[in-house]
T-cell receptor, first 110, second 117 residues
Framework: SQQGEEDPQALSIQEGENATMNCSYK?????LQWYRQNSGRGLVHLIL?????REKHSGRLRVTLDTSKKSSSLLITASRAADTASYFC??????????FGTGTRLKVLA | NAGVTQTPKFRVLKTGQSMTLLCAQD?????MYWYRQDPGMGLRLIHY???????AKGEVPDGYNVSRLKKQNFLLGLESAAPSQTSVYFC????????????????FGAGTRLSVL
């Protein structure tokens, strides 16, 4: 079964709005990562948040982590059409492996 | 610096045929991975390697074999393709970071779309 489950499965917003997507996981983690996948392309690493961090920023991205609820959220502020993509969370499973969720498909309308 | 390169990009096989997918990385990463991506399933790990000459099974290894004879290359083989192996295959390479090497950042190739008829 998937360690990370994203919610919602799909999201459609207008350009300039904020987009929030959530990830829930099942076991304890020491970090959680978010990746983006443009249509027909591979995944690209966006941001990593450690288990002892509660919030992290990178440009227009803001990630939060609540280890007590085993959940994380990714906020994209002032979204652009170029942000249209699928977004995946990934949690560590063993030293070398990560488990990826099923993803949130984001569509930003111009 | 090409990053992670997968060949071929597309392939159509008949049931029972064999093929090898090639992944090459030029970032000197120790760790390499093969995933498959199916609609609604996210990414599932097939096999991975933590160094030249080593391989290990992931979540869904059945029907696949891998080899890592050179650090920069990771090959995924299908000995007898089945329609259930129709998927998009992604290769990734990664390295450990963090004070204790506890974080693994992965870099992905563009994928191989495989159809098995």
């Amino acid at each position: 079964s998937q360690q990370g489950e994203e919610d919602p499965q799909a999201l459609s917003i207008q350009e300039g709005e904020n987009a929030t997507m959530n990830c829930s996981y099942k076991t304890s983690i020491n970090n959680l990562q978010w990746y983006r996948q443009n249509s027909g392309r591979g995944l690209v690493h966006l941001i990593l948040i450690r288990s002892n961090e509660r919030e992290k920023h990178s440009g227009r991205l803001r990630v939060t982590l609540d280890t007590s609820k085993k959940s994380s959220s990714l906020l994209i502020t002032a979204s652009r059409a170029a942000d249209t993509a699928s977004y995946f969370c990934a949690t560590r499973s063993g030293t070398y492996k990560y488990i990826f969720g099923t993803g949130t498909r984001l569509k930003v309308l111009a | 610096n090409a990053g992670v390169t997968q060949t071929p990009k597309f392939r159509v096989l008949k049931t029972g045929q064999s093929m090898t997918l090639l992944c090459a990385q030029d970032m000197n990463h120790e760790y390499m991975y093969w995933y498959r991506q199916d609609p609604g399933m996210g990414l599932r790990l097939i096999h991975y390697s933590v160094g030249e000459g080593t391989t290990a099974k992931g979540e869904v290894p059945d029907g696949y074999n891998v080899s890592r004879l050179k650090k920069q290359n990771f090959l995924l083989g299908l000995e007898s393709a089945a329609p259930s192996q129709t998927s998009v295959y992604f290769c990734a390479s990664g390295y450990l970071t963090g004070t204790g090497g506890e974080h693994n950042i992965q870099y992905f190739g563009a994928g191989t779309r495989l159809s098995v008829l």
